[in-house]
């Protein structure tokens, strides 16, 4: 958890409350485990990418004693000095240029001869006008690649919100990416050989420049990633890490071989393309051939969500065994590198390979208790599966998807329904929706939710947009194949087969309790003797997921539905964890809430939820 005495503020800086989804605890009162008797806010820009809210760190209390969210309206990346010309300010370096035509040869701008000499752009990165600060918490290598990873996703969503909104054409993750550079918002700037720490093999990312923010892979176009090593008294040009995205016509077929091409001679224009030199990234595969070296392995796959999307997907680390010259299908000489994946290592691509067979043919997954313990309530089958031991399954209770209200909330206003022509669309005025949620749509039109709120609201029945419109995503349920399995020491956990990108609805809370007449949050979840999918979420102190509340009922009793969003991008087959809260070890000696020792197994462990 953060706290104040982490950073001496500069006086002349001032807040603006920049959470990414990491740390997306729930915003509402008290008891929630989360300290917000706070009387005033330190003066500094803060993006807090781990950990609940404390003192200090964009947390500012409303009138009820709710944690405001301040909305982000808008990213710059500025300088200290002038760019003109083609100079991108989101490119992460800016290159030396040359001469404008009309300009004599050597003539400098600063009347010397020679080549253009300028000043090295020192960049300040704002937010909304405010300066960006980076507030990092912990040692641990994972902690802090989990937080660089999920900072550059929030951004890039806010970014992505915003550009939509004003038509931009830049690309978000590229903006993004270059606000964290530009501010050294990064981890593992040094290259290395051999593994990255903090990276886990099976790590999913969905741009080039998440690979570049965590050191895991420093170029953000080029597929080979290569360094000066020292091997004994000798230094030679090796290859640390590449990218296999199916450019060059790779065969990746073998999770535990792969046969990676090349790079050069590949262009779009046929006159253009000339056979491969032995040069760059070329001659430093060459070299690890020789050189035997560990080479890490980043594997590209089509998105299943997204037709033009892919997912990258980090398989661990080879060793190259040979290399030979061919000639491709474009009729150019093409270098090719066999690389063998090295014994001992956890599954990645091999893993992900073995889900997507079970997407295709459900039957062909092992150990399956029951093929649909949803009993047909979800659209797409819940596996019950039991690996560990002999256990037939869960204790008795009633599976639903439906949300059982003990009584309606009276103090929850009535919304106005949109008029909408098809759809919402962003940047809408018009909209009385948009207008609801502050002026923009909560979710890109991926579906992912762009940053967290006290309360999103959907288009509803009371609205004139289609079903198709992008304002309208939890309503219409989960769509990932869900599996319940048993765990080696907490009994049932949930799992599912896909990728879970950062901000995707998971799953809602089929029933719960609400805690006061009159107030729609705090709410107790009770799915004892009925629920859905979601009451197998075990509790974790560093956990995957959050829930948040959205209302899209708008002529109902005024209850908000409590629903289940990716913190992270969660790989295939991990477990799927929230965390309950710390409430009750907190209550005041009173007894009525009881406490549990955790066994969640993360770096953070509070011991207790």
Known sequence: MYRASNFIPDPNQVLLDAKPLRSLAPMFPAPMGVNVNQSSTPPLVCVTPVGQFSAGFGAGTSANGAIDATPISAYKTRSNISLDGDDDPYSGNQTERKPRRGRPPGSGRDGSNGKLKRPKPTYKNFVAGK?????????????IVEAVHMTFEALRRRHLQMDETQ???????????????????RANSGKRVGTVPGVEIGDIF??????????????????????????????????ICIVSAGGYENDDDDTDVLVYSGQGGNSRNTEERQDQKLERGNLALERSLHRKNEIRVVRGFKDPFCLTGKIYIYDGLYKIHESWKEKTRSGINCFKYKLLREPGQRDGAALWKMTQKWIDDPATRGRVLLADLSSKAETIPVSLVNEVDHEKGPAHFTYTNQVKYVRPLSSMKKLQGCGCQSVCLPGDASCAC?????????????????????????????????????????????????EVFRTTNRGWGLRCWEPVRAGSFICEASTYVSADEFEPLPI??????????????????????????????????????????????????????YDYGVAGAESSGSGSRRTKNCMCGSQNCRGLF
């Open 131 to 143: 300066e960006l600060a980076f507030l990092a918490a912990s040692s641990d290598p994972r902690d």
């Open 167 to 185: 038509d931009a054409s830049r690309r978000a993750d590229l903006k993004a990416g270059a606000i964290m550079m530009a501010s050294n918002i």
């Open 206 to 239: 969905y741009f080039r420049m998440e690979l570049c923010v965590i050191g895991l892979h420093a170029p953000s176009m080029g597929g080979i990633d290569y360094m000066t090593s020292k091997f004994g008294n000798d230094e030679d040009s090796v290859a």
């Open 434 to 482: 948009g207008q609801h949620n502050g002026g923009d749509l909560p979710y890109s039109s991926l579906g992912l939710l762009s940053c967290r709120k006290p309360m999103i609201y959907e288009c509803g029945e009371s609205c004139n947009c289609s079903t198709n419109c992008r304002n309208r995503v939890t309503q219409k349920g989960p769509r990932l194949h869900f």
């Open 524 to 577: 107790k979840i009770s799915a004892k003797n009925m629920g859905n999918v979601s009451r197998f979420m075990n509790h974790s102190c560093s956990p995957n997921v959050f829930w948040q509340p959205v209302q899209y009922d708008h002529g109902d009793d005024g209850h908000p539905h409590i629903m289940f969003f990716a913190l992270k991008h969660i790989p295939p087959m991990t477990e799927l964890t």
